[in-house]
T-cell receptor
Framework: NAGVMQNPRHLVRRRGQEARLRCSPM?????VYWYRQLPEEGLKFMVY????????ESGMPKERFSAEFPKEGPSILRIQQVVRGDSAAYFC????????????????FGAGSRLTVL | AQSVSQHNHHVILSEAASLELGCNYS??????LFWYVQYPGQHLQLLLK??????LVKGIKGFEAEFIKSKFSFNLRKPSVQWSDTAEYFC????????????FGTGTRLKVLA
């Protein structure tokens, strides 16, 4: 049973280019979360998605960032016109449900995608 | 809004020393609490979790944590650390109702000297 798969593991972009990060959740998981890890700042929540729905995007920057989780295929975090400040590790996590009253909602993390903007 | 504070950002210990990492959260309602560990170059892994019941929770690799509701704390402990415990440790909290998301602390980097 493969875990949460993220690709690419490392991505280098020049300022102004677009970055696309992909996340395939664990088999049977329909809830996906994206987090950004900046040096010395820990993990910051970005967005929470279910299939074809954005549930909570309160952590997403208002511009240039978008996320989707289509009916088929992986979840994608898209960053347009990247700037140096976007350089970070982006982690995806998944869970089987979004209900908090049981142990079923423990997040399983992927290995992360490290974005470097030159 | 919920927040999580980890007051120790960097901790250096010798092998066999005891470990306690602090974690405090701010939220008045019922919460679930977690400790995750990130070994160098690896992804986050769950160490232990608290949902309800016994406030002393035992996790993998000899770690345990105690939930003290009155202090809004969930400190991580290990009686005797090993060199292989060198990693970054994250405390996280989530509400038990509504759409939920994990709120993480800023992490504590632990270095264990052999």
């Amino acid at each position: 049973n493969a875990g949460v798969m993220q690709n690419p593991r490392h991505l280098v972009r020049r300022r102004g280019q677009e970055a696309r990060l992909r996340c395939s959740p664990m088999k049977g998981h329909s809830h996906v979360y994206w987090y950004r890890q900046l040096p010395e700042e820990g993990l910051k929540f970005m967005v929470y998605l279910q299939k074809e729905n954005i549930i909570d995007e309160s952590g997403m920057p208002k511009e240039r960032f978008s996320a989707e989780f289509p009916k088929e295929g992986p979840s994608i975090l898209r960053i347009q016109q990247v700037v140096r400040g976007d350089s970070a590790a982006y982690f995806c996590a998944s869970s089987p449900t979004g209900v908090s009253s049981s142990g079923a909602n423990v997040l399983t993390f992927g290995a992360g995608s490290r974005l470097t903007v030159l | 809004a919920q927040s999580v504070s980890q007051h120790n950002h960097h901790v250096i210990l010798s092998e066999a020393a005891s470990l306690e990492l602090g974690c405090n959260y701010s939220y008045g309602g019922t919460v679930n609490l977690f400790w995750y560990v990130q070994y160098p170059g690896q992804h986050l892994q769950l160490l232990l979790k608290y949902f309800s019941g016994d406030p002393l929770v035992k996790g993998i690799k000899g770690f345990e944590a105690e939930f003290i509701k009155s202090k809004f704390s969930f400190n991580l402990r290990k009686p005797s650390v090993q060199w292989s415990d060198t990693a970054e440790y994250f405390c996280a909290v989530t509400r038990t109702s509504g759409t939920y998301k994990y709120i993480f602390g800023t992490g504590t980097r632990l270095k264990v000297l052999a």
